[in-house]
Structures are given as structure tokens and as C-alpha cells.
């Protein structure tokens, strides 16, 4: 499974995502519409982290990498 | 005078005008711009037919808007409701519902939750940020930005006492409803009067205002600035959750004082990779809401030895009642600060189970009686006088005094110790939750035949929920999640679920065993 999928599943399954599955795109703004609030923020690190084996450096718990799953995309695939 | 909250803003406006009063990133309003703008919704609101009394929802992203909004509320002679954005609409209504709503102060970028509000009683909509292609409901008047500005900026003058309601806060509720607590501009200003020369706020302060509008910790920010003339940094809920963001905001501001609860600053000690002697701006940071872990308090003051600490006591229902000065960095195995004394203007006393007061060191619960006790629960004369009581050592005075529920113990120096509660209630991320209104929640499910929910200590965030669920073979995890999550806020939602077919372990009396549950949590650890 693509990395965007897992994190659209993780966020589907985990951060009851209110909203139609559907408009869960890569540029849906997760911050913005509180998917991801301050619980939300270390579930989704625990989960790069566990199952994606992804370290992330708290330089980068920023919410630049997390406004959308395009930006957590990208900043798994820069540190791979 | 120094009355009423809205008086606050009045006065260092006279005062200051030109000083800073509000900032939210790259915007800020200076003292009159702020009270101008106040003026305009407030005199929005009577056109609207707001009257003295009245109760205004407000319904938005907290922001200068919002805040705006707080003062023409009570301007106009209403007090204000907070209703967070981030709730299920269900929930929202609901408040709407509850205290007779009319009048809501919104964002147009929540007007997909507009209908139901409206259909709720909110037959008055007023936006800022909305124009003439804004849609109104079906059946409800938009008031948008062009009303606003075409209203006058001059106070309407609405007379007010202190005793009238400035604004409800509503809390979780353990029949499964929030209930709404009534707080009048006295008892917000005992608390805001006390703290402002406690902690030596002036007009030079720069506050951060952390906590969500609908909880009682942003009446310190708001109007403790406002009284002393300081200005007030408003921190933006997104950036809440990355302690990298709070530290930058600290720094590139020079914040000098801080109130937050201690789960965000738990999480500034593990991520915001601090050194001793960061932040130097910064005098003073207040924490309230819940324990702080005394690991975690230890290191925080070790990194900012120039900084005091004091922890503030006190339910919504009488906002801080009691406070503490940390003296000097605790041991990181020593038992949680202290909640401290009574503050100016509150008396506070403990009381056995026989209800006779308790002698220092004698364990009971914590009575509050004073200036800050509110006045009661909306609509509801019977929950209100359950704990809300007369004072039953108060002779001939007719005072009443609130039963907190919580468990206190006076040490020899006076000052109290907190044990914890005698009911429910619990404390997650400083969020207070009535583990009821969860398991309402949760039974109302047609697969569900009976549920608790319990909560399990964890030593960064107070508890973590978990929901032990007794079900029909069909229902799902996923399922549970989404149900619930359409009737409770999300940070009720329990992090872990058991799901079973089998019944749940009961007493002889055959309630469910929490007990045993619990235990086995424990075990598990």
C-alpha cells in the first residue's frame, strides 16, 4: 500500500474523519478543519513512526509537514 | 469603575488608547481600535433586538474577531457563550437549545453548521467575514460585515450590574448532556482582580491566550490584560499542538507571562528542545486544569530558572479558588504542587463525611464560598442545588458555597493538598470529562448492551479514556468511533476500546464492576 493510502487509512480509521471518505484528498487541510488536533498530533507520529518507520525530529512537529497528507507524503519522502 | 469585564476594555482604553490590546499573528488592534470594533457588534446586536439579559453564542475560530465579539456580547448587556467550533453540530445545537439562543456571532467559515443552529433557535446570524454572497439559512437573518461597519463605535451603554451574567461556560455533563455554568461578571472579575496584582500584571505584560474560549482558563488572558492594559497574544489552535510553534510565538514576541494547562507544557519539555535559560522574556507561567506531573514541572523549571511558577486551583463552577507558588524545582519523584490557599476574596473549607468541618490533615471534601462561586447551572434549579448549597456554617449569612466534589487535605502550612474526586469526573489533557457522558454516548448505539468507560492514569496527559463495551457480534471498532464522534467532542472520544460479546463483570448489587475493570488495566501496565 502507497504511504498516502496508509496515512488516509490511519486518519479514516484512527482521527474520525467526519467527512465523506471521498473528500479526504491529498490536499484536504487537516489542520485547518481540526482532523488533526493535539491528540491527533502524536497519534499520527507514533503511527509514521511504527508503521511507516518513519523518525521524526521535533524540528520538523511542525504544521507545515502536517497541514495535508500531501505534506506528510512529502516530508516522509524526504527522509528517505 | 471596575464593575464589569466589558469596563476593562472601557478603562485602559481611556487610558491607553494607542497601546496595544490584541495581537493575532501578523494583525493586532490597539486599545481603541478593540473597543471601537466591540461597539460596533455590540450596537449590531440591540438593532438586532438583543436585549439585557439575553444570552449571545458565540461560534467561531477563537481570533481578533472572536474576541471582538466577547466584548459586544456584553456590551450590548447579554452574556456570551462559547460554543467550540470544533464540535459536533449535534452538540452545538444542543447549547443553542438549551439557553434560548437567538443571536449567534459565527464565521462564515462554519456556515455549513448553520442550519442546524438556526433550526436550533439561532435565528439571528452575524459574520464578519461574511458578505453579500453569503447564504443565510432557511428562516434565519444574516447580519455580515457591512452591517457591522455600518453600525456606530460608540458604547451603547447598556446598563449592566455586576450580579447580571457575563457568560456561560458550557462542561461536560454526566448524564450525558453539558451543562451550562452561569458566571456573572463578579464572579469572572474576583478571579481577574486577585490575579492581576498576584501576579504583578502590568501594561508592559505580553500574555499568550492558549486556552479554547469555552474553557474557563481564558478569562485570565483576556481580562487580566485588559484590566492591566496589556496586551494579549492570541495562539492560534493549530499551532497549540507543535510545542516547536508556542516556543517560536514565545520568543519572537517576547511573552512574559504564560497560562496553559500541563499537558502543553509536558510537551514543550519533551519537543521543544529547550535549553536552560531559553525563553527569557518570559516572568511568569501559571498552570491550571490538572496534575502536573511533578517529572515534568521538575525539568520545565530547571530550563527556565528565571521564571515562577504557580499552579491555580479551581472547577469551572467557581473558576480559581486556590493558588500555589511552586517555591523552587521539586524532586522529580516528589508528590504533585501543592493547589495552595484560598485567593483574595474566596474563603474555602474542608468537610468531613459526617459534615463537620475538618481539622489540618484530616481529609474531606472542598467547600468554596466567595466572589467567584457561580450562580448556578442554566435551566436547571436541581442539579444547581445539589452543589450549590447554603452555606451550612454560615449562621444568619444567607451565602451559598459550592460542593467542588474534590478531595482536598490541609497540610500544616495551610495549604491544601489535592487527593481527588468523589465522583466520575476525570481530568485528560486538561480537559475535565464526566466518564457518563461518554458511556451515554456509547449506549445510545443499538448494537451496544452496555458499556463503561474508565479511565487510566497515564503520567503526560492525567488519563487516558478506555471504553470497555458489551455488544452484538456486528459492531465494529471503526463503527463505535464514528457513532460516538457525531454526539461528543473529540477529546472525549476514548483512545482505547474492548470490545466483547460477553457481559461485563458486575458487584453483588449487580452494577457493573468499574473496580475490576480498573484493576485489570492496571495489571496489564
Known sequence: ?80 | MNDLLHQLLENSTARTPDHAAIVDGDRSLTYRELDQAANRVANTLIGAGVNRGDRVGVFAQKGIETVVSLYGAMKAGAAYVPIDPASPPVRAAYIVENCGIRHLVTSAKLANAWGELSAAGATTIIAHDADEATAAPHGADLLDAGDINASSDKSPDVAVIDEDLAVMLYTSGSTGQPKGVMLSHRNVMTFVKWAVEEYGITADDKLTQMAPLHFDLSTFDLYGAAFAGATVHMVPRRAIMFPMEIRNLIENNDITVMYAVPSILTMMVDHAKMTVGDLPSLKTILFAGEVFPTKYLSRLMHLVPHVAFANLYGPTETNVCTAYRVPAPPDEDAPPASIGKAIANVDTFVVTDEGTLAEPGTPGELFVRGGSVMKGYWGDAERTARTRIPNPFGGELDDPVYKTGDLVIEEPDGNYTFLGRRDAQIKSRGYRIELGEIETAINAHISVVECAVIAIPDDKITNRIKAVVSAAEDLTRPSLMQFIAERIPKYMIPGEFDIRTETLPKTSTGKIDRKSLESSELEEK
Not at chain 1, 502507497?2 to 474523519?17: K, N, P, T, W
Open chain 1, 1 to 80: 500500500m502507497s504511504a498516502d493510502q496508509q496515512i488516509r487509512d490511519f486518519i479514516v480509521g484512527e482521527l474520525q474523519f467526519q467527512g465523506k471518505p471521498e473528500d479526504l484528498t491529498d490536499d484536504y487541510p487537516l489542520l485547518e478543519n481540526e482532523v488533526i488536533d493535539s491528540m491527533g498530533i502524536f497519534q499520527i507520529v507514533s503511527f509514521l513512526e511504527s508503521d511507516l518507520g518513519v523518525e521524526v525530529d521535533d524540528d520538523e512537529l511542525v504544521p507545515d509537514n502536517f497541514a495535508t497528507i500531501k505534506s506528510i507524503v512529502g516530508l516522509i519522502a524526504a527522509k528517505k
